[in-house]
């Protein structure tokens, strides 16, 4: 299938596919790049799924993910700093630059959104300098305003930025995610802040579709099934100077209920059909 250059799959999106049968069946479609998950990889093993990207001719576009970096007390902020460097070791081993981050919610008792926001940027001082030193970018993934309590306390691009111009750009970066910022209308000039200074390390395709689901976590639609107009999106990137892989990142229950294979296949239509074309 033509158009699929820039296209990369994250895992998550037929996450019923093995890591083997997703490398072949990458490869039968074309598919050159994916984007991988920490707890299937380690399920698999590190070095088993470098080799098995490698040998398929894939390249891992980034790293999902680090971050959780909001805990107040001193063991679990260690513990979560832990984590986060070894999550920057399994990235280089993979081969992919950029590490994902899910900053995190707020701690049970906290309502100080502003505090545990400070706490991501203490935590990014000490984690930036290591990831640079592995040759991985850290990417802030801003999450819609309905996670702020629980997974995210950083739900736009402007929250985003403001913590990662605190560090050089080749440390610390943004994830532009359609499903997570399509309804904020300060997000085109956003994007065209962090693009002028190269912190725009993954740009990640989901749908908007409703009603969403019960739980709202496995809510992510299909590409062109809902209210999301992805070339404008491209566009949007592109004109702030990312012209890097693409990665479709589905949550959904429906999808995971179908043939992984038939999934995938249908996935790179709908990114031919709705971004490229």
């Known amino acids: 299938m033509t158009g ?3 296209f990369s799959i994250n895992q998550m999106t037929v996450k019923q596919l093995s890591l083997p049968e997703l490398a072949d069946a990458c490869t039968g479609l074309g598919i050159r790049h994916v984007g991988l998950w920490r707890e299937p990889v380690q399920s698999y093993g590190l070095e088993a799924t470098a080799k098995l990207v490698r040998d398929a001719g894939l390249t891992v576009t980034t790293l999902c993910r680090g971050g959780f970096l909001t805990a107040i007390g001193p063991a679990e902020r260690a513990a979560a700093l832990a984590d986060n460097r070894r999550a920057v070791d399994e990235a280089a081993a993979l081969g992919t630059d950029t590490l994902v981050l899910v900053s995190g919610g707020l701690p049970a008792g906290s309502k100080d959104l502003r505090g545990a926001r400070e706490r991501i940027a203490d935590a990014l001082a000490e984690l930036g300098p290591y990831a640079e030193r592995h040759g991985v970018r850290l990417a802030i993934e801003p999450l819609h305003p309905m996670y702020a309590a629980d997974r995210c306390v950083v739900s736009t691009l402007t929250q985003a930025l403001d913590l990662a111009e605190r560090f050089p750009a080749h440390q610390v ?7 997570h ?8 000039e956003q994007i065209a802040r962090a693009g002028a200074t190269g912190r725009i390390h993954t740009f990640q395709l989901a749908d908007w579709t409703t009603p969403l689901p019960e739980g709202v976590l496995n809510g992510r639609g299909q590409i062109g099934d809902g209210a999301i107009d992805m070339r404008e999106w491209k566009a949007y990137v592109e004109t702030a100077g990312y012209t890097g892989p693409i990665e ?9 209920a179908r043939d992984g294979r038939e999934v ?8 031919v059909e709705h971004v490229m074309e």
């Open 264 to 271: 995938l296949a249908e996935t790179a239509a709908r990114f």
């Open 248 to 256: 479709v990142e589905l949550f959904n229950d429906g999808l995971w």
């Open 181 to 188: 910022l399509w309804w904020d209308d300060r997000a085109p």
């Open 4 to 6: 699929l250059e820039r």
């Open 173 to 179: 970066g943004v994830t532009v995610d359609t499903y």
